[in-house]
Structures are given as C-alpha cells and as structure tokens.
C-alpha cells in the first residue's frame, strides 16, 4: 500500500483518480441517463479545455477557434451517422432515395464524391484526427514561421472560425446549411439513440478523456514539456539555445486541435446531432472560459471548468429563463476577478497550504503523544543496580 502511494505521489495522479472516480463511479450512480447523457455532453467540452491547457498554458498560444476543430471533428463523425441512416430504404420516400435528406430538399440528385469516403467508419475516424490536425498545422505553420503570434493569432484563429461558420451555413445542399446534420440513429447498425447505449457512451467518452488526460500528463512531464514551458516564459532564450520556437508553437496548437476534434466526434455520438453553432466565435470564446474558470496550467482543473460552466448554464436556463444570460456572465466575471488562477489556482494556493499544515499537526502530536524510543532501555539499565543490591 506504502508503495502505491508513493507511486501516487510521485506522479501526481491524487487528482486524476479523483475524478476517474468521480466520473466513473460517482456520477453513473447519482444520476438518472438523461441528467448522465448532459455529463456526457459536458465532459465532450472538457477535450477541448485539456488541449487549451497544454496549447494556450503551457505553450502560450491562445486560441479563440477552437470551435473550428471541435465542429470538423463532430462533421467528419456525422457524415459517417448520416451516411448509414440515409441507406435506399429508410430514404425511398426521397425523390433521389440514398441520399441525405437535406441534399434531396435542396434538389442533389447524386451523393457528392467527396462525401463518398465517408460511408466507411475506419475513414471517418482517420478524418476525425487528420482533417483538423492539418488544418491547425497549415495555419500555425504560416503564422509562426513569420513569427505572428499573441492577439494578432488569436484575432486570426476567430477569422477562421467565422469563415467555416458562414461557409456551413452557406452551403446547405452539401453540409445542412444552419440546421446542421441531424437525425442520425445508428453506429453499425447499433442504435445509439436507447439508454443503454447511452451508458455505453458514456463510459468510452469519459475514458477516452481520462486518456486523453493522461497522455498530456506524460507530455507535461517530459522534456518537451518543459521546453513548452519555457518557450512560454522566455521565447527568445529558448530561440537563441538552439531550439526551432515555431515549430514546438506548431506542435502544441495541433495537439490542442486533435483533442478538440475527439471531443467533437464523442459530442456527435453523445448528442446525435452536429450544427455550426458549434464552430463560430461565440462557442470558441466559451471554450476558453472553460479553461480560464478551470485554470489554464491545470487539465484536471479545465475538465471541472467544463463541468462547472455548462452545469451553471444548464441550471440557470432551467431556473431562470429569462436572466440566465446575465447570471452566467456574472459567473464568469466574478471567477475571474475572485480567483484569475481558475478553480486550480484556489486549490493550489488555500487548499493544498491547508491540507499541508493539517497534516503536519497531526504529525507533531503523534509525536508529542508516544514516549521516546530510548526510554525502555534507561529504565532496565537503572534496575540492574538495584538487582545487584538486593542479591
């Protein structure tokens, strides 16, 4: 038992075993599947709070289109639903049955041939890591070369995220136009639409996140973490050691984009719908609150920021429908003012200090309470004379 807890603590897993307990035990057991299915939900966000840690925290890039990955994660997904659901049968109504219904509303007459692939799952799911990751690494490759960074590359990541919006929205025979892909039932002829599918969903996306988490772990404690850190602090230093800048820039914005696109993917198949409301500016700029609130050097603090945040959005639109808005932007102002470290700073700064100094007490009077360890021996030394007397 010593040496698992040394483990632990070598490590620094004490937090990510909370929440694997958290979100695998606590949650499925407290929770009806409909309140479990917005967990669900909730924790698709959390992919994209741990890739802005590591690309916005420990890198210093800062993103504001994150939702650009996270939609073409979640598209790639549901080409591939919609696909399956569309099959000649469940579509002969159609005027071109085999086809989406949106492409046959907006007069298709044939599948597009870039939509073919996508009736494949192995595919799909090689699209949903590659399309993004390569996007993000074009884009982050032509700015960092030039060394554009800071507010100018955030400024240009919400650009992005307008033009894919508005492209989605624009092209409503191909994509769903504003109301997105939606109506898909099956994953392999595996309804996911019934509460134990649900479950089962449930628990791959928290353990994909779970491993998610922990493969950023491994990469915050390796040497290129360190490297991440530093090139945040001191750009030049590292610049000037030897060390290509751009290219760790590169690396950690495409990381961040892969994570966000997994996210987008499970969030398709916890939801079963995927829209471009999920992709312009007003979501980005949410998933970085979701971060901030959770602490941005922390990916177990950004997962609670995730949870925290849509909880808090869930409840306020259910309680007060008409001033959730302003309850949710008094929720983020005052975190931010009351705690700029996130959830994680408050835990780093009042509660570990607190668990520390209780333990350290509790320490001191155990050893105040035994008697000393050479007690014993002076207390038989001293009889012997005795003894010998009375003999």
């Given amino acids: ?104 509303w907006n007069q298709l007459t044939a599948l597009p041939l870039w939509w073919t692939p996508f009736k494949y799952l192995p595919f799909a799911l090689i699209a949903v890591l590659l399309v993004p990751t390569l996007l993000a690494f074009v ?40 109301n997105g892909i939606t109506d898909l039932k099956t994953l392999l002829g595996w309804d996911i639409r019934t509460n134990s599918a649900k479950y089962i969903l449930y628990f791959a996306n928290a353990a994909l996140l779970l491993g998610c988490i922990y493969l950023c772990l491994w990469v915050q404690k390796s040497k290129l973490g360190t490297l991440l850190l530093a090139m945040r602090d001191k750009e030049d230093r590292v610049r000037f050691s030897g060390y290509d800048v751009s290219m760790f820039k590169v690396f950690a914005f495409c990381l961040a984009a892969m994570l966000s696109a997994i996210g987008g993917a499970m969030f398709t198949l916890q939801v079963g719908f995927m829209s471009p409301s999920f992709v312009g500016i007003v979501p980005s700029i949410e998933m970085v609150i979701f971060a901030a609130v959770g602490g941005r050097m922390s990916l177990i603090g950004a997962v609670y920021g995730a949870l ?42 009042h509660v570990k200090p607190w668990l520390a100094r209780r333990k350290a007490t509790q320490i001191r009077s155990q050893a105040l309470a035994e008697p000393p360890a050479d007690s014993a021996p002076q207390t038989e030394e001293a009889e012997i004379p005795g003894l010998i007397r009375a003999t």
């Fill in 139 to 178: 884009i982050s490759f032509a700015m960092f070369k030039r060394r554009v960074g800071g507010v100018y590359f955030a400024i240009i990541t919400q650009a992005v995220a307008l033009i894919l919006s508005v492209l989605i929205i624009g092209q409503q025979g191909y994509t769903g136009g504003v």
């Fill in 308 to 349: 925290l945040v849509n909880f808090g959005k869930t409840y306020f639109s259910e309680s007060f429908p008409d001033l959730w808005l302003f309850l949710m932007a008094s929720l983020f102002i005052g975190v931010v003012m009351a705690f700029p470290n996130g959830l994680a700073g408050v835990y780093t700064s």
């Fill in 1 to 104: 038992m010593n040496k698992i807890k040394a483990f632990i603590d070598q490590r620094g897993l004490g937090s990510f075993l909370i929440l694997a307990a958290l979100i695998l035990v606590v949650f499925p057991l407290a929770m009806d599947i409909f309140r479990l299915n917005l967990v669900g939900k909730y924790l698709t966000y959390g992919f994209v709070a741990i890739g802005l840690v590591m690309c916005w925290g420990y890198g210093g890039v800062l993103s504001l289109g994150q939702g650009v990955f996270f939609g073409l994660g979640g598209y790639a997904m549901a080409m591939f639903l919609k696909l399956e659901a569309s099959d000649p049968i469940s579509t002969k109504i159609q005027s071109t049955p085999g086809i989406p219904d949106f492409m046959d």
